[in-house]
């Protein structure tokens, strides 16, 4: 189904009855994850909004957390894994038609209904629904280390740490504040954008009828960003996430916005629609939410994770072992992984579509 573009009131309620409103790219998707270092895994795009090993969904690696999690770096796509793109799920705009020949893809981002990839050149390619130039990659975009697709608009992060974006710019969710550099991490999502800077400091822009564009007073510390629909993550250093916006007056609430009591040791985050999926020190998955398609019942297959997207109102989980675990609603199939997809190196979720890079074969 098209992107609904009216009230967000009717955007959020059609979501709780478990219909498909402007659901974002799971997790900002799309800032590759740093090397990991000995202090303990990276929080990816987590380091931006959640990005897995390869650029997308929150990741995280298998060794134990410290007391304080490393702050990233910016990526450097000619040292990360690629592969080939797989895609399942929602095709009506063409998002799951991988482009012929795509190969050496260290990064992908599903979008609404739309689909990007970062290749180890630097360079980007887009498919997908284009209603607001969100895959019209701008002409000479080079040197990009992370990618994130947002409701209808794109984010790119270069190696210089600023941030380009393009595609719809409504609220202003496509153009980076003036001045921005030194950023290491990216996510877009519905009408606003995130980027954590090298200091641990988060910048906001686009959006903000909910307040997922204020940015809580205080906040640093910070190794990851996450942007939902109408809300905001952060993870701090110390394993805690923070949590803001979705405030909408006449919403029924889903508490997508306050962290759980207690959660703690966590190493990734990802924020979907209405929905949130972190990944804790012991590769378990915690979810919290909208949860009418079950999109935040974690099953038990989902253990030793080291990445998650949150998809529209369905989740998926990257194994250590290269396998994938989806589950929430299938009405697209987005939740029927491909048969034989094994060798995963990072993942993504969109409205009701899934992405994955594969390793190929030397």
């Known amino acids: 189904m098209a992107t609904q573009r009216g009230a967000k009131t009717t955007f959020r309620l059609a979501a709780l009855m478990g219909l498909l409103a402007i659901a974002i790219a799971a997790c ?53 894994p690629s592969g080939k793109v797989i895609a399942w799920g929602d095709n009506s705009q063409g998002q799951t038609k991988v482009p012929s020949g795509l190969t050496g893809v260290v990064a992908v981002s599903a979008g609404d209904q739309f689909s990007l990839a970062l290749k180890a050149t630097g360079t980007v390619i887009g498919w997908g629904d284009d209603e607001s130039g969100q895959i019209d990659i701008p002409a000479g975009l080079s040197g990009v280390v992370a990618i994130s697709g947002g409701g209808q608009h794109s984010l790119a992060l270069k190696s210089d740490g600023t941030v380009v974006g393009w595609g719809d710019n409504t609220d202003g969710q496509a153009t980076p504040p003036a001045g921005l550099s030194n950023v290491i991490a990216i996510s877009a999502a519905g009408q606003h954008s995130l980027a954590l800077k090298s200091d641990g400091m988060v910048v906001a822009w686009g959006g903000n009828a909910n307040g997922e564009s204020d940015v809580p007073s205080g906040l640093s510390s910070v190794v990851a960003v996450s942007a939902g629909n109408d809300f905001s993550l952060a993870l701090e250093s110390n394993g805690t996430v923070v949590a803001w916006g979705d405030k909408f007056p006449t919403d029924v609430s889903t508490g997508v916005a306050t962290v759980p009591a207690g959660l703690s040791g966590v190493k990734a985050i990802c924020a979907g629609y209405a929905n949130n999926l972190v990944i804790k020190s012991d590769g378990s998955v915690v979810g919290w939410g909208a949860d009418e398609e079950g999109e935040t019942d974690v099953p038990n297959s989902a253990s030793g994770v080291t990445a998650v997207a949150a998809g529209g109102s369905f989740s998926v989980a990257l194994k250590s072992d290269g396998t994938v675990v989806a589950w929430g609603a299938n009405d697209q199939n987005q939740t029927n992984v491909p048969a034989g997809t094994t060798g995963v190196v990072a993942i993504d979720a969109g409205a009701t579509h899934a992405l994955a890079i594969a390793r190929q074969a030397s």
């Open 28 to 80: 900002g998707s799309g800032a590759p994850s740093p090397t990991p270092t000995v202090k303990g895994s990276q929080t990816a795009s987590s380091v931006s909004a959640g990005a897995s090993p390869s650029g997308a969904g929150a990741s995280t690696t298998n060794s134990a957390v410290a007391s304080q999690l490393p702050m990233p770096t910016l990526p450097s796509p000619a040292t990360m």
